[in-house]
């Protein structure tokens, strides 16, 4: 199959690159639309408590956390209870209330001076404000509010946050941050890929297959947004990833191609060739990246599925780039790939590089190696043994930036988290309800309980509401009520977790959910916890199985399994320390909350394994071809390493330019994926491929190519081989196509 359409492609060269030319064309008009369509949210589990009590919550009492806060300090030394201060804070009030969608806009000074509500201090006050739509109409009004109530008069200074303004600004962030990553990344990635071709117009071939990955991949993330939610951090990933396989994929094409050139063929042959060999390392490379991604899609929130969605498009436009767009690239090109050279190095003799030597060095000594490099991934590893999981707040923010500097005042002068409340609610209320009230106040860690019938402190019922209508908004139409839990702890910390768990314990009169920011915590944890399994065993499953298809073998897939996740535990434990327990979090620019993302080391592992999967083939399938050449273990590894050696560590090195790139965000779980997959990468193209691969086959010896009887003749039927018995190999009969000299410079790699 890939004989024919290489051969294809090579002949309808121009016609090949006109249809990608024009597709390319209305994917971009088509793509640009991605990012109006794209959400922030999608961190919750939609079948969740917590999610169906937010509904209820809504829907039954008109209810819910603010979506905007406004902190209101009083200037010139005054107090928030002066009277000017408390009409101007007032007007306010009911200001906002007059604005489109704004169903709920009350205060300190409306509610009858609540003194949650006002700051330590007695300067400061919060206006609470809702806004009705959906999250996409909140984000849109959230935004064109936050200006115009930003302000500074002759006795109020107004500053604005709360959830939806937080996350607004989380968005807006991260568009200007992957503007920056972009201008970054490409000028870096172009300068280095010259470097590594040591031609401008090779250089180019990466960049050209990457343009046409995140283009199209923007395409199928507007269709894809049409018709489900869609989050918006995917379109970093579809950045980075999409350049980072184009590089990758292209370097293994454009090397092959040089290298068959260097034997004799003519550049049309190379070219077929190339894709044979190096082509299907490439298919099936990009099989296990998208079964590693796709595993994503058993997760229920939105956030985590939309990782899928971008990383099973990129993934295959980056092959379909690099085994139809690229060979007709080259075969248009010849002779001119090779033009602007600006370096000439001689290509080493065979056992000759640093990579043979290496490899050979380490397979002296193979148990002292693997002993020695898996202690030290196994010491970095442990720290991830103390990770803690939490949800992003406003603290994921630079300290720049409005919406956190509000938060930040809020965390530090107000005694409850007013704005952060647990809802305890019960659609059909009955039985003792002012006990239960009663019951939950006196917990560890609440500060307040209000209700129907009043706020209750410690166990007491301190302020009756009977006649309040302050009070009226806990008793919904059809008889059901809810009660707002008022935590003195943070909300999505441990302490917010241990306090659900608490309330959620506490006998009920009547069946109750319970949500809100703590409560969403603990759920999407729980549900993301019970998916693992599953997610993991989609992952192993699928990888051996590619792996056994291209190798025939039952220890090569274990091995490799075993290695990622040795590799990975490393890259986490360093996660860990970094971002967890905040060591440099000063030269970084983040604020350590002692606890990482839930969802960014699941999405981390499933890329990162996928990436160490790509670079395994890669290596593998030249062991293997060397292997069916009639070479030893020793020698078909050394040989392997030593001419995907350079390849695989200028790939990685590339591929880590372009996550340090997107390690600049001033958001904490896109810096934190930036560092990690950039750590992830270069520890396994170093410690895993030079060092633990040679060392594992090395005494494995010919086992490592072993099946059982049944599944030999399984993989004899159904696998794949690394080009095995090309037609035209000049090793194993005559060339269909008599060998010219290659041009000048192209045996320079």
Same mark, same amino acid.
């Given at each position: ?7 294809? @492609?090579? !002949? ?41 009590? +937010? ?30 201060? /408390? ?11 007059? *604005? ?100 401008? @117009? ?21 269709? =894809? ?28 094409? @454009? ?37 590693? #991604? ?33 060979? %007709? ?22 056992? $000759? ?121 806990? $008793? ?9 839990? @008022? ?25 109750? #959910? ?15 916890? +019970?998916?693992?399994?599953?997610? %993991? ?28 996740? #040795? ?55 030249? =062991? ?26 200028? $790939? ?8 340090? /790139?997107?390690?600049?965000?001033? =958001? ?19 410690? =895993? ?22 599944? !030999? ?17 000049? *090793? ?16 320079? !790699?």
């Amino acid at each position: 199959m890939l004989e024919r359409l290489a051969r294809f @492609v090579v !002949r309808r060269r121009r016609a090949v690159l006109v249809v990608s030319g024009l597709t390319l064309v209305a994917a971009g008009v088509f793509g640009a639309g991605v990012f109006g369509a794209v959400k922030a949210g999608g961190f919750q589990d939609p079948a969740a408590e917590s999610t169906r009590a +937010a509904r209820l919550v809504e829907e039954q009492f008109g209810q819910g956390d603010p979506d905007l806060v406004l902190l209101v300090t009083a200037k010139d030394g005054r107090k928030v209870d002066d009277p000017a201060v /408390a009409t101007a804070g007032a007007a306010l009030t009911a200001e906002l209330s007059r *604005e489109a969608d704004v169903v709920q806009s009350v205060s300190y000074w409306t509610l009858g001076s609540p003194p949650p509500l006002r700051s330590g201090g007695g300067d400061r006050a919060l206006v609470l404000a809702r806004i009705a739509g959906d999250d996409d109409h909140v984000d849109e009004r959230v935004h064109e509010l936050v200006g115009p109530y930003t302000r500074s008069d002759g006795l109020l200074r107004v500053e604005v946050t709360g959830f939806a303004a937080v996350f607004n600004q989380v968005g807006t962030q991260i568009e200007s941050d992957l503007a920056r990553a972009e201008s970054l990344a490409f000028p870096l990635t172009g300068i280095a890929l010259v470097l590594v071709f040591g031609s401008v @117009v090779a250089a180019g071939m990466p960049l050209a297959v990457g343009v046409l990955s995140i283009i199209s991949t923007f395409a199928v993330l507007h269709a =894809i947004a049409l018709v489900t939610d869609v989050s918006i951090f995917s379109i970093n990933l579809t950045t980075g990833l999409g350049l980072g396989l184009a590089i990758d994929y292209s370097l293994f094409i @454009v090397n092959r191609v040089r290298e068959e050139r260097r034997k004799g063929y003519s550049n049309d042959e190379a070219v077929v060739r190339s894709v044979l060999t190096a082509g299907r390392t490439v298919l099936f490379s990009a099989l296990t990246v998208a079964a590693s #991604l796709a595993a994503l899609l058993v997760f229920p929130l939105y956030f985590l599925r939309s990782f899928a969605y971008a990383g099973i498009a990129v993934v295959a436009a980056a092959a379909v780039g690099a085994l139809v767009v690229l060979p %007709a690239l080259l075969a248009a090109l010849g002779d001119n790939l090779e033009r602007f050279r600006i370096l000439h190095r001689e290509p080493k003799l065979d056992g $000759a590089g640093f990579w043979h030597r290496t490899a050979t060095m380490v397979m002296r000594r193979p148990v002292l190696v693997a002993l020695s490099v898996g202690a030290l991934l196994v010491a970095l590893g442990l720290p991830f043994a103390g990770v803690r999981f939490g949800l992003p707040d406003d603290r994921v923010l630079p300290t720049t930036a409005s919406t956190r500097q509000a938060s930040d005042v809020l965390r530090r002068e107000f005694p409850s988290r007013d704005t952060a409340s647990l809802s305890v609610v019960a659609p059909t209320a009955s039985g003792d309800l002012d006990g239960y009230a009663t019951a939950l106040s006196g917990l560890p860690g609440v500060a307040r309980v209000d209700g129907p019938k009043g706020s209750y402190i410690g166990g007491q019922l301190v302020v009756a509401g009977q006649g309040n209508p302050l009070y009226q908004r806990f $008793a919904g139409p059809a008889g059901g009520v809810y009660l707002a839990v @008022v935590p003195s702890v943070e909300p999505l910390s441990g302490e917010g977790e241990r306090l659900v768990r608490a309330v959620r314990a506490v006998p009920a009169p009547a069946d109750v #959910l319970v949500t809100g920011q703590s409560a969403m915590l603990v759920d999407s944890k729980a549900s993301l916890v +019970a998916k693992l399994p599953l997610a %993991a065993g989609i992952i192993a499953g699928i990888t051996f199985l590619v792996l056994f298809l291209m190798f025939g073998s039952l220890l090569v897939p274990a091995k490799a399994v075993v290695l990622n996740l #040795l590799s990975l535990t490393a890259t986490f434990g360093a996660m860990v320390v970094i971002f967890q327990d905040g060591w440099g979090a000063d030269l970084l620019g983040f604020t350590a909350t002692g606890a990482l993302d839930t969802t960014t080391p699941i999405l981390m592992f499933c890329v990162a394994f996928g990436l160490s999967m790509d670079y395994e083939v890669f290596l593998l399938s030249r =062991i293997k071809e060397e292997h069916d050449k009639g070479a030893g273990t020793v020698e078909s590894v050394a040989r392997g390493l030593e001419r995907t050696g350079r390849i695989v560590t200028a $790939a990685a090195a590339l591929l880590a330019i372009v996550f340090l /790139a997107f390690a600049t965000s001033g =958001i904490t779980f896109i810096k934190l994926f930036g560092i990690g997959l950039t750590l992830a990468v270069l520890m396994d193209a170093t410690l =895993i491929r030079a060092a633990l691969v040679p060392a594992f086959m090395r005494l494995a010896g010919e086992a490592n190519w072993w099946a059982p009887g049944p599944l !030999r003749r399984l993989h004899d039927r159904f696998g794949f081989t690394e080009g095995g018995s090309l037609p035209d190999d000049p *090793e194993n009969g005559a060339p269909l196509a008599p060998p010219v000299p290659p041009p000048v410079g192209v045996g320079s !790699r």
